[in-house]
């Protein structure tokens, strides 16, 4: 290997630890860093040369762990000094959903089926887990440091990251993350049916008031599923509908449709957040662009008033908002309403009860199962708001395994039917009063 010094005659060979063999090896490639990079190689070749570097200085001075293979020495190596250390392997990982590292020594990941864990290992350090920090936010421009030290990030591959380190954390944290990988996932019918999901007839029923004018909010905690579940919905849209949908940063709304040939076939408007086109902006232009359905993804703040603007004047909205019950939801949106048109409580109250008349409560249980637990219909007469279930899941029994596995066994069940008002919008909007007995009846 040409005009790489042999730096191995300087340390200690004798009981070597790890971050001394790192430090050698950072040491290695820095100093060689003219001849690895003259090329313009693809990622996997530019792993291979590195990792031949790696592989021959550790043969060349005979350098190891005790208990650790040669290649799984020389990958954590190139993990750590080109990557993202002990994330790579989770970011890499398709099943895995979200990495939460709690502390420069706590990292806890969730696949995509719920499931939490401890990672094995950590960082090896407070200042490692700093630095790799820093690597993940380069390719965003932004930077997180004592006059900055909270960040939201979006990365081009659809990762979502949120960060903080002190003062806003302990200084012998380091670092506290959430790592998002936001997948634009579809599901099908039948995978929601033979998970527990829903039921068939709950999600026809759902399907058809979307497509027949009944504006609707998907609820829950984080990771229950809200937008996987409404994308699933706004795919049962006809082709020739048109959907405008809003989302912040990244997208993962995956609508558009295609034939064999590439050809569209669907009629979709996908748009998202830049700089200060805010979503409340893009809610507002939606209406010029005559949706049948809009969808701002998830309601966090102003849009909020936009949206349910947008529905009051006979649109049709879709959206997802973070929220532990119904009434919870229309409370949450009235107080967000409030920050724009300050009137009294119990007005925007009214509001925004009229303006999202079902919703749909989605929940991840103890058997890591997500599940609808509850559609729920509200209805307004005058200043009274009453909400009628239209049908809930009911747990008959929860188990655990002699290996730890919790089984939840139970029901989804149709409580009530739906009201006049809600059979009326319907009708207004075209919906043959069969199909609405065929959906509701009990």
């Known amino acids: 290997m040409s005009n790489i010094k042999n730096i191995g005659a300087y340390i200690e060979k004798q009981n070597m630890s790890y971050e001394k063999i790192l430090g050698t090896v950072q040491k290695l490639l820095s100093e060689n860093a003219w001849e690895l990079q003259q090329d313009n190689y693809a990622d996997k070749d530019k792993k291979e040369k590195y990792l031949s570097y790696i592989n021959k200085y550790l043969e060349d001075e005979k350098l190891s762990i005790e208990g ?36 420069w020594n706590d990292i806890q990941i969730k696949t995509v089926d719920g499931e939490s864990f ?42 979502r990251i949120s960060a903080m380190i002190a003062p806003l954390v ?3 944290v380091a670092v506290c993350a959430s790592i998002r990988k936001l997948r634009k996932k579809t599901f099908k019918k039948e995978k929601y049916i033979e998970s527990g999901f829903a039921t068939d007839n709950q999600l026809d ?25 409404e994308n699933y919905l706004l795919s049962t849209v006809p082709d020739e509908s048109r959907i405008y949908t809003i989302e912040t940063g990244a997208r993962e709304l995956n609508l558009v449709r295609t034939d064999v040939n590439g050809n569209i076939l ?19 232009k939606a209406l010029r662009y005559n949706p049948d359905i809009i969808c701002p993804a998830e309601m966090r703040d102003i849009e909020a008033y936009a949206a349910q603007e947008s529905s009051l004047t006979g649109h049709t909205v879709i959206s997802t ?3 532990g019950s119904s009434q919870n939801a229309h409370s949450r949106i009235a107080n967000l309403c409030r920050k724009v048109y300050p009137i009294d409580y119990q007005t925007a109250l ?28 509200v209805i307004v007469s005058g200043t009274e708001v009453t909400y009628n279930t239209l049908f809930e899941f009911q747990a008959e029994d929860i188990q655990v395994t002699p290996e730890g596995k919790t089984i939840v066994k139970g029901n989804h069940v149709q409580i009530n039917e739906i009201s006049d008002h809600l059979r009326d919008t319907m009708k207004l ?13 009990k």
């Open 321 to 323: 908002l973070h929220a």
């Open 118 to 159: 401890k990672a094995k290992e950590h960082f090896l350090s407070p200042e490692q887990s700093k630095d790799i920090l820093d690597r993940l936010l380069r390719p965003t421009g932004q930077t997180i440091d004592v006059s900055m030290p909270s960040v939201e990030a979006h990365l081009n591959n659809n990762i």
């Open 205 to 229: 029923f759902l399907s058809f008031c979307l497509n027949y004018g009944v504006s609707m909010l998907v609820i829950g905690r984080v990771n229950s599923g809200k937008t996987t579940f």
């Open 68 to 103: 650790m293979e040669k290649q799984k020495l020389a990958d954590k190596l190139y993990y750590d000094v080109n990557e993202y250390s002990i994330l790579t392997q989770y970011l890499d990982d398709n099943t895995v959903e979200e990495i939460n590292i709690n502390a």
């Open 429 to 441: 909007y075209g919906a043959p009063f069969e199909q609405i007995k065929k959906y509701t009846a």
């Open 350 to 377: 009214i509001q925004a009860c009229d303006a999202f008349p079902l919703v749909v409560f989605l929940n991840l249980g103890k058997d890591y199962v997500r599940r609808i637990m509850n559609i729920s219909e």
């Open 266 to 284: 669907n009629n979709v408007t996908h748009t998202k957040t830049f700089k200060d086109i805010t979503q409340e902006k893009l809610v507002a």
């Open 170 to 172: 302990d200084e012998d």
